[in-house]
C-alpha cells in the first residue's frame, strides 16, 4: 500500500525519487519522505502530508547525493506523524529503511533490541527491523568475496515474521542498495548507467522499460555498476530483463482535473484494448491465449469459484450472473478475505479465478495461495502486467486498460466487466450456445465501446443532477439481477469518494427492510432497464414514491416511466444483456464524481484509503 523508489546513478538521486513517489502517491498518501547518501551520513526529510509537502522540505535540504531511497506512506503501525513517516534510520545512524508491509513479530524483536541498547524513535514495525539489520552489521565480521551489508539484511529477514518490501541503504556503502520482498510488490528498473527500485512500475517508466520482477524472497544487491539477485537462502536467482508496454503519458493527467475523470473518459478506449484481437476468426466466440485452459480440460470442470475484493468483487457478481445465465454452468462468489479462512468445501471439478486490478491485493493472493496449495486450478483477470497474482496463477487474462490510478477503480471495472461477459460467451460456446448466437453476443459485445460514449455524452446533465443532490447524507442503489452489483459499485463510488452514506440492495428486497430509511432525505439512484422485469421495477419506484422518496432513475431510451414518478432520469441506450452491466455503471461513476468534485472533495486520494491494498 505504501509507494517505495530507490534510485543508484549518476543523476541527483533527490530529483527522481521524488519524480517516482509523486507518480506513486495513489498507493498511500499520510506522509513521506527520502533519504540520500551524502558525505558519508544520510541526508533525511520526511513530512506528514503529500509528496508536494515533502518537495517543499526537500528543495531547502541541498540533497546532492547519487544513491537514494523514498517512499509515501499508508500508515499501519503508528499514527500519522512525521517520526512514523519512511525512511528510518538506525539509532547508530548507519542504516536507512523504507518498507512496505507487516513485521508481525515486531513487538518481540524491538524488547530484545531494548535489551541491547538500540534506540527508538517512531513506533513503526520498520524502524524495529532497521535496528535488527545494524545489530546484525555490528556483529558481523567483513569476508572476502561476500557483502557484510548483504548478510545482515538476509540474517534480518530470517527471523522478520509477516510480509515486506524493503530497501535500505549503510553509510559504509555509500553507492549500493539492498531491497527484498516477502508479500509486497518489488521491481527493479534497469536503465542507462543507473539502477531504479519501486514498488509499482509507473514510478520506473519514465527512466527505463526494463524491468525484473522480484519474486517472494529475493534479495537484490545493486551497486552503481551492476546488480545481483539471490534467495534468502543464499541460492543465486539468473534475472530475467522483461520490458513493460505501459508509457509514461499513460499515468498523466493530461488536461483532466483528476485521473478519475480521466480515467472515466478512457473508457471506451479501454474496452477496446481489452477486447482487441480476441475474438474467434468466425466471430462466434472469445480467445483467450493465456487461460491454459484446453476444451477437454475445461470438460472436467463443472463449477466456477471467483475470489476477489471491492470493485473486483462486484465484476465477480457480475460475472457469476453472465456465466450461469449464458454457459449454464454454477458459479460462486467469495470475498478473497473471507475465503482464505473458511475452509470451504469444494468439489475437485472447481475451476478457480482470482480477479485483481493491481494483482497485487494481499487478500485475493492469499486466496489464490489457498486455492492452489489445496490442488484447484486458478486462472486470473489482472491489469498490471507482471503483478505477483498474474506470476502465480496458472494462466489468466490481461485488461489491457493501462495505468489506473485515481484510487476508485473505473475504466478497470468496467475492463472486469468486459472480460467477464467474454469469459460467459467462452464458456457458453463450448456447452451449449449456437453459432450464431455466439455471432450476435459478439456483434453486441462490439457495441459497448460506442454504446459507453453514448453515455458520457450525458456527463454536463449528470452533473447538473449531482449538483441538486451533493448534500444529501444518505442514498440507495437499487437494481436487479446482473444490475444488482452494479448498484453495489455505484453505493461503493459514492461512498468512497464523497464520504457520503450510501447502501447498495436488490430492488425488490428493499421492502424486506430497507425501506424503513426512506424519506424526503435519502435519494434512491434506481436501474430500471428495459427487459422481462421492468414493470416490477416500476412497482418497486411507486414504493418509493409512495413514501416520498426521491428517486434518480437510470432507464432505457424509450421505456416510459409514469409521469413524476423521477425526479431525475438519466438514459441509457438500449444494449445486450451482456453490456448492460457496462453501459448502467457509467452514470453512477459520473455522478459519484461530480457530487465528490461538488463537495470538494480530494477525488483521486480519499481520505483513509491507497490504490492496491498489500497489507491484510
Ligand atoms: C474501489 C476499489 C477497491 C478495489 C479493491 C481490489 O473503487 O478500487 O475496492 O477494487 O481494493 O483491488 P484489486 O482489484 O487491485 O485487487
Known amino acids: 500500500m505504501c509507494g517505495i523508489v530507490g534510485y543508484i546513478g549518476k543523476q541527483k538521486a533527490s530529483a527522481i525519487i521524488l519524480e517516482g513517489l509523486k507518480r506513486l502517491e495513489y498507493r498511500g498518501y499520510d506522509s513521506a519522505g527520502l533519504a540520500v547518501q551524502q558525505n558519508g551520513r544520510f541526508g533525511l526529510v520526511k513530512k506528514v502530508g503529500r509528496v508536494d509537502n515533502l518537495i517543499a522540505q526537500a528543495a531547502k535540504a541541498r540533497l546532492t547525493g547519487t544513491t ?56 513503526t514495525d520498520t524502524e524495529v527491523l532497521c535496528n535488527l539489520i545494524a545489530y546484525h552489521y555490528a556483529k558481523e565480521t567483513e569476508e572476502e568475496g561476500t557483502s557484510r551489508f548483504l548478510t545482515s539484511v538476509r540474517k534480518t529477514l530470517h527471523h522478520a515474521e509477516g510480509t515486506y518490501g524493503i530497501a535500505t541503504m549503510c553509510t559504509d556503502c555509500p553507492a549500493e542498495i539492498v531491497a527484498a520482498r516477502k508479500g509486497s510488490p518489488l521491481i527493479l528498473g534497469v536503465g542507462d548507467n543507473e539502477y531504479l527500485l519501486a514498488s509499482d512500475v509507473s514510478a520506473l517508466i519514465s527512466r527505463t522499460q526494463n524491468v ?149 491485493t494481499i487478500d485475493s493472493l492469499a486466496a489464490l495461495r489457498e486455492a492452489k496449495r489445496k490442488g484447484y486450478k486458478v486462472l486470473t483477470m489482472v491489469n498490471v502486467v507482471g503483478s505477483t497474482i498474474a506470476r502465480e496463477a496458472d494462466g489468466g487474462v490481461y485488461q489491457h486498460v493501462g495505468p489506473e490510478i485515481g484510487v476508485a477503480s473505473t475504466k478497470a471495472f468496467t475492463s472486469q466487466l468486459l472480460l467477464g461477459a467474454m469469459l460467459a460467451l467462452y464458456f457458453a460456446r463450448m456447452r451449449d450456445m449456437s453459432y450464431s448466437d455466439g455471432v450476435e453476443y459478439v456483434q453486441a459485445l462490439k457495441m459497448a465501446p460506442e454504446l459507453v460514449r453514448k453515455v458520457l455524452e450525458q456527463a454536463p446533465h449528470i452533473r447538473e443532477i449531482a449538483r441538486r443532490y451533493a448534500h444529501y447524507k444518505d442514498f440507495l442503489f437499487l437494481g436487479r439481477l446482473s444490475l444488482f452489483p452494479v448498484a453495489l459499485e455505484g453505493a461503493l463510488k459514492l461512498k468512497e469518494i464523497s464520504y457520503i452514506h450510501a447502501e447498495g440492495y436488490p430492488a425488490a428486497e428493499m421492502k424486506h427492510g430497507p425501506i424503513a430509511l426512506i424519506s424526503e432525505q435519502c435519494p434512491s439512484v434506481f436501474f430500471a432497464p428495459a427487459g422481462e422485469m421492468f414493470s416490477k421495477l416500476v412497482s418497486s419506484m411507486q414504493e418509493i414514491k409512495a413514501r416520498r422518496g426521491r428517486i434518480i432513475a437510470i432507464v432505457t431510451e424509450g421505456c416510459e416511466l409514469p409521469p413524476g414518478l423521477a425526479d431525475e432520469l438519466i438514459l441509457i441506450p438500449p444494449c445486450h444483456e451482456a453490456v448492460l452491466p457496462i453501459v448502467a455503471t457509467v452514470p453512477v461513476q459520473l455522478l459519484s464524481y461530480y457530487i465528490a468534485v461538488e463537495l470538494c472533495r480530494d477525488v483521486d486520494k480519499p481520505r483513509n484509503l491507497a490504490k492496491s491494498v498489500t497489507v491484510e
Not at 86 to 112: C, Q, T
Not at 283 to 310: V, Y
Open 68 to 123: 537514494g531511497i523514498g517512499h509515501t506512506r499508508w500508515a499501519t503501525h503508528g499514527g500519522v506523524t512525521d517520526a512514523n513517516a519512511h525512511p528510518h534510520l538506525s539509532s547508530d545512524g548507519k542504516f536507512a529503511l523504507i518498507h512496505n508491509g507487516v513485521i508481525e513479530n515486531y513487538v518481540s524483536i524491538k524488547k530484545f533490541l531494548l535489551t541491547k541498547g538500540y534506540t527508538f524513535q517512531s513506533e
Open 212 to 360: 525484473v520482477y522480484l519474486k517472494d524472497r529475493e534479495i537484490v544487491h545493486i551497486t552503481a555498476r551492476n546488480f545481483s539477485i539471490s534467495t534468502l537462502d543464499q541460492e543465486d536467482v539468473a534475472p530475467v530483463i522483461d520490458t513493460v508496454t505501459w508509457r509514461v503519458e499513460d499515468s498523466d493527467l493530461g488536461s483532466s482535473a483528476h485521473f478519475m475523470e480521466k480515467e472515466i473518459f478512457e473508457q471506451p478506449a479501454a474496452l477496446e484494448n481489452t477486447m482487441r484481437g480476441r475474438f474467434s476468426e468466425d466471430q462466434s466466440t472469445a480467445n483467450f491465449g493465456g487461460l491454459n485452459l484446453p476444451p477437454f480440460e475445461f470438460r472436467q470442470i463443472d463449477r466456477i469459484h471467483f475470489c476477489a475484493c471491492g470493485s473486483a468483487w462486484h465484476a465477480c457478481l457480475v460475472t457469476e450472473h453472465l456465466i450461469e445465465r449464458f454457459a449454464r454452468m454454477p458459479v460462486e462468489v467469495d470475498y478473497s478475505s473471507e475465503f482464505r479462512y473458511r475452509n470451504s468445501p469444494l468439489p475437485a471439478s472447481t475451476l478457480f479465478f482470482i480477479i485483481s486490478q493491481s494483482g497485487e
